[in-house]
């Protein structure tokens, strides 16, 4: 007979926010991989965009990305509704997502973020660290695609923009798991 298996200790905002998020980001990803072949199944030409599904992504990602053709990869022939590096940027946030539904790391922003990272004498400055250095890769790339006339590739474009989303989702649920610790420090004091 198999045993159920069951979450370690009682569920909290941070786990919930984890869930929902890992579950946006899931969610989010298969919409902008489907478009393009909802498009293509529909003939291809942009007129196929009237399908309200592939509208609704393709509108949504033009209000987060500049969807320029030649830097979005395409799927049946038809340009994703994110370029290269926004595509990315998806990747790495529904990654980090997804282990952090595996991990699930400490409450507290510190604590959460550092759960991901091997142990220090110094979490906070190795948590910061790595934050900086995870999202300075896109700037480095973005900012000499911008100031020289040096052309990234698909791959680099994608890659570092895998590192900031990464980077980005580790952010956003740190914050979530700290105002979390210090909600639960004010409501029960005792406890300390």
């Not at 941070?14 to 199944?41: E, G, N, Q, R, W």
């Not at 409450?107 to 959460?112: C, K, S, T, V």
Request: with cysteine; aromatic share 8%; net charge positive.
């Amino acid at each position: 007979m198999a045993t159920k298996y069951r979450f370690p200790g009682p569920l909290t905002v941070t786990d919930v926010f984890a869930a929902v998020f890992a579950i946006v980001c899931l969610t989010s990803l298969a919409a902008v991989v489907i478009a393009p072949l909802m498009v293509a199944a529909g003939g291809g030409s942009d007129a196929a965009r009237d399908s309200p599904a592939a509208a609704i992504v393709y509108e949504t990602g033009g209000l987060l990305c500049h969807q320029m053709p030649e830097r979005s990869y395409a799927l049946a022939g038809i340009p994703m509704p994110l370029c290269e590096r926004c595509f990315g940027i998806l990747l790495g946030m529904t990654a980090l997502a997804g282990a952090a539904l595996i991990v699930r790391p400490r409450r507290g922003f510190f604590a959460y973020a550092g759960g991901f990272l091997p142990k220090t004498r110094h979490p906070r400055l190795l948590v910061i660290a790595t934050g900086i250095c995870l999202g300075l890769p896109m700037v480095i790339d973005g900012t000499l695609q911008l100031a020289t006339p040096y052309d990234s590739t698909a791959i680099v474009r994608t890659v570092t923009g895998f590192l900031y989303g990464i980077g980005q989702a580790g952010f956003l649920l740190a914050v979530v798991a700290g105002a979390d610790a210090r909600i639960e420090r004010w409501r029960h004091p005792e406890e300390e």
